[in-house]
């Protein structure tokens, strides 16, 4: 079945530090790609998307190019901040339909 | 827009009473509306899909019988965790597509409920 895999947490950066959370996941077709995050007691949000190969979704600083030959959708931004520490997860959906969520990954930024 | 409002935000009750969770979508209709449950720094497991006007769909090792949904319109579906015990504490979370069908819609999630049972 299709499936997400989520690079290992936690992450824990300086403030101002690059931003790499690697994301690959196994599909049958193209799905959509998202990124959702949540903050400590709190429900997810979507941060940004990607609906087909090549395409790059973006918000807030961060960054994530949907790759169809690695089957790939890191997240990346380039100088965090405090406020950005939160769970990050990667998810697929073929036609909104049955999304398929990654284990998430925990960011702790460290003043 | 697409915003997902879930009721109440955390809950405390006595082993043996049940809880009810709501989920409304405030801004747009939405046909079908996803329940998931979040263990402390794990992942979301689906438990179950909430059809308007249909009965809900429940993922396996979902006892539909304790977890009972109803959605009765295209903007509220209700989780009702009937007598509640110690291990069904957990954090619940509601979500709902915004665009029907279209293959980018993303979900939109309520900012959960925490149920805790004594």
């Known amino acids: 079945g299709d499936s997400v895999t989520q690079m290992e947490g936690p992450v824990t950066l300086s403030e101002e530090a690059f931003l790499t959370i690697n994301c690959t996941y196994t599909?049958?077709?193209?799905?959509?790609l998202f990124w959702y995050v949540q903050y400590p007691g709190e429900g997810l949000q979507l941060l940004l998307k990607?609906?087909?190969?090549?395409d790059k979704g973006s918000n807030k600083g961060f960054e994530a190019t949907y790759r169809k030959e690695t089957t790939s959708f890191h997240l990346e931004k380039g100088s965090v901040q405090v406020s950005d520490s939160a769970v990050y997860f990667c998810?697929?959906?073929?036609?909104?339909?049955?999304?398929?969520f990654g284990p998430g990954t925990r960011l702790s930024v460290l003043p | 827009g697409a915003v997902v409002s879930q009721h109440p935000s955390w809950v405390i009750c006595k082993s043996g009473t049940s809880v009810k969770i709501e989920c409304r979508s405030l801004?747009?209709?939405?046909?079908?509306m996803f329940w998931y449950r979040q263990f402390p720094k794990q992942s979301l497991m689906l438990m179950a899909t909430?059809?308007?006007?249909?009965?809900?769909?429940?993922e396996q090792g979902v006892e539909k019988d304790k977890f009972l949904i109803n959605h009765a319109s295209l903007t509220l579906s209700t989780l009702t965790v009937t007598s509640a015990h110690p291990e069904d504490s957990s954090f619940y979370i509601c979500?709902?597509?915004?665009?029907?069908?279209?293959?980018?819609?993303?979900?939109?999630f309520g900012n959960g409920t925490r149920l805790t049972v004594t």
């Open positions: 979500s709902a597509r915004g665009e029907q069908g279209a293959n980018n819609s993303p979900l939109h």
């Open positions: 599909a049958t077709g193209y799905p959509s």
């Open positions: 990607a609906t087909k190969a090549d």
């Open positions: 998810a697929l959906s073929f036609y909104g339909q049955n999304f398929v």
């Open positions: 801004d747009f209709q939405a046909t079908t």
């Open positions: 909430s059809n308007e006007g249909s009965k809900a769909t429940y």
